[in-house]
């Protein structure tokens, strides 16, 4: 069976840190592009961090530039973000999208269930 999972979430005090894991098993993650979303009350979902597939190039959202470090293992068939110096503002539920271009370039995304985040002294 095909699925991947987010953990590694859970309640830090502000300048807290938390590992969050993306584990696909049954298929293989590398030539999927990789990104962590998170969605807070009263916000819009917005994406934080992203892995390309191939080169791996990383991409951050500027809110967590300098914070947050996105990171793939092949070997575990896993995609990484590293959160540090966590503040209130990076509380919400964080997912992984897996994202795959067809041969026309069209995307088709991938949803994992979630990990929460809340960062509150």
């Known amino acids: 069976q095909s699925q991947f999972v987010e953990s590694g979430g859970g309640l830090v005090q502000p300048g807290g840190f938390l590992n969050l894991s993306c584990a696909a098993s049954?298929?293989?993650?590398?030539?999927?592009?990789v990104g962590w979303f998170r969605q807070a009350p009263g916000k819009e979902h917005e994406r934080v961090s992203c892995i390309d597939s191939g080169d791996g190039g990383t991409h951050y959202d500027d809110s967590v530039k300098g914070r947050f470090t996105i990171s793939r293992d092949n070997a575990k068939n896993t995609v990484y973000l590293q959160m540090q110096r966590l503040n209130p503002d990076d509380t919400g539920e964080y997912y992984c999208n897996l994202r795959e271009y067809d041969d026309s370039g069209v995307a088709t995304d991938s949803w994992g269930q979630g990990t929460q985040v809340t960062v509150s002294s």
């Open positions: 049954g298929f293989t993650l590398d030539h999927y592009a």
